[in-house]
């Protein structure tokens, strides 16, 4: 068994908190779930119909300052402000990134506002 797993949950009802309601009061339904998985730790995140939305939502606890789809190749460049939200997408030994490109079916590319703008600019260079 691993040791964390990402799990994606929607509701068609806007009253209902999906992630709160697989949590439960004082996460007692997760960990029910946790203890059948041998201990293995869950983040519940939300589903969305937005790509963007639901990279951003799986790359949590990270702030994300954008996202460049590519749906054809199902890639994304995802962008940070800081190292510190960097680190936090990227997580102890890559695991929440991999976990959150096997959720999302995305290959993430991730990188720093500074890495994205000279990437830009090294493309528009090309062309000229």
Known sequence: PGVRAKIAVKTNDHRIDPVGACIGMRGTRIQAVQQELNGERIDV????????????????????????????????????????????????????????????????DMMLEEEYRARQQNEAQQYL
């Open 45 to 108: 995140v939300v589903w969305s119909d937005d790509p963007a939305q639901y990279i951003a939502s799986a790359l949590e606890p990270a702030d994300v300052s954008g996202i460049v789809l590519d749906e054809d190749a199902k890639s994304a460049d995802i962008i940070f402000a800081t190292n510190d939200q960097l680190a936090r997408a990227i997580g102890s030994q890559g695991q929440n990134v991999r976990l959150a490109s096997d959720l999302t079916g995305y290959k993430l």
